[in-house]
C-alpha cells in the first residue's frame, strides 16, 4: 500500500540554526500539506499545495518557515533560524483531491519530531 | 468561527469495554467528517468519512454516527483492545474549492489490562 514518506523522522538542533523536513506524497496525489502538532493539540496546517502552487499559507510564519515543492512531487520545509517554541511534530499529508470535500481524505505520514534546544 | 471540540480529552477504559467519543462542531459549510486515529508518535490514520446524508458508518469495531441537526458526532468503539490505545481525532471538512479542514484537539484513550 503506499504511503506518505517523511524524513528525517526525529531531529534535534540547537535554537537558531537551520533545519529542513522533507515528504514525498503517495504518487498521483496533487495536493499535499504540512502541518505542525503540538503535543496533545491537533494539528495545525501550516501550508497546502496544488501541485507545485501554494494554495494555502494563512497560517505559516513566513518571517522563519519557508515550503517549496518545485515539481510538483515532492516538497520541502524549512525552519531558518529556528526558535524553542518550534519543538513539535511536523507532519506531511497528500490527497488526490484539494478542499474539504469527501473524495479529499488525506494520507499523512509518520511525522517529524523536532526538538530545539 | 469554525470549531472542532471533542470530550472527553481523555479516557480510561479496561480491555474488552465499549466506549464512546464525542465530537461537536460549528463548522459551515458543512462538507463531510472524519475521525482518524493517532498512534504515538506517528501521523493520523483515517477510520471513517461521512457526508451530510449519511448518518452511521462502521470500520470494523469503529463506529462512527452523525447527526447533522445539531452538529454531533460519536465514534462507538467496540470489545475495545490494547492496540486501540491512541488519540482519535475528529476532522470536519468545508465544502467548496480549497477551503480548511478543521481539526478538533482529540481524545487520548487508554486501554488497560
Known amino acids: 500500500e503506499a504511503e506518505v514518506a517523511q524524513s528525517p523522522r526525529y531531529k534535534i538542533t540547537e535554537k537558531s540554526q537551520a533545519v529542513a523536513f522533507w515528504c514525498d506524497p503517495i504518487?498521483?496525489?496533487?495536493?499535499l500539506y504540512w502541518y505542525r502538532q503540538i503535543l496533545g493539540q491537533g494539528p495545525e496546517l501550516l501550508v497546502q499545495?496544488?501541485?507545485?502552487?501554494?494554495?494555502?499559507d494563512s497560517q505559516l510564519p513566513k518571517d522563519r518557515f519557508s515550503a517549496e515543492r518545485l515539481k510538483g512531487v515532492d516538497s520541502t520545509l524549512k525552519i531558518q533560524p529556528a526558535e524553542l517554541g518550534d519543538s513539535a511534530m511536523y507532519l506531511c499529508?497528500?490527497?488526490?483531491?484539494?478542499?474539504?470535500?469527501?473524495?479529499?481524505?488525506?494520507?499523512f505520514g509518520p511525522g517529524t519530531r523536532l526538538l530545539v534546544l | 468561527k469554525n470549531q472542532v471540540e471533542q470530550s472527553p480529552q481523555s479516557l480510561i477504559i479496561l480491555e474488552g469495554k465499549n466506549c464512546t467519543l464525542q465530537?461537536?462542531?460549528?463548522?459551515?459549510?458543512?462538507?463531510?467528517l472524519r475521525w482518524y486515529k493517532q498512534d504515538t508518535g506517528r501521523g493520523p490514520v483515517s477510520l471513517t468519512i461521512?457526508?451530510?446524508?449519511?448518518n452511521t458508518k462502521s470500520n470494523g469495531r469503529y463506529t462512527a454516527t452523525l447527526d447533522a441537526d445539531t452538529k454531533q458526532s460519536s465514534l462507538h468503539i467496540t470489545a475495545s483492545q490494547l492496540s486501540d490505545s491512541a488519540s482519535y481525532i475528529c476532522?470536519?471538512?468545508?465544502?467548496?474549492?480549497?477551503?480548511?479542514?478543521?481539526f478538533g484537539t482529540g481524545t487520548k484513550l487508554q486501554v488497560i489490562p
Open positions: 499529508a497528500s490527497s488526490h483531491l484539494g478542499g474539504g470535500g469527501p473524495r479529499a481524505d488525506q494520507y
Open positions: 504518487s498521483g496525489h496533487a495536493t
Open positions: 499545495f496544488q501541485d507545485e502552487s501554494v494554495v494555502d
Open positions: 465530537c461537536n462542531y460549528t463548522v459551515s459549510p458543512f462538507s463531510n
Open positions: 461521512m457526508t451530510f446524508s449519511e
Open positions: 476532522v470536519v471538512g468545508l465544502s467548496g474549492g480549497y477551503q480548511k479542514v478543521t
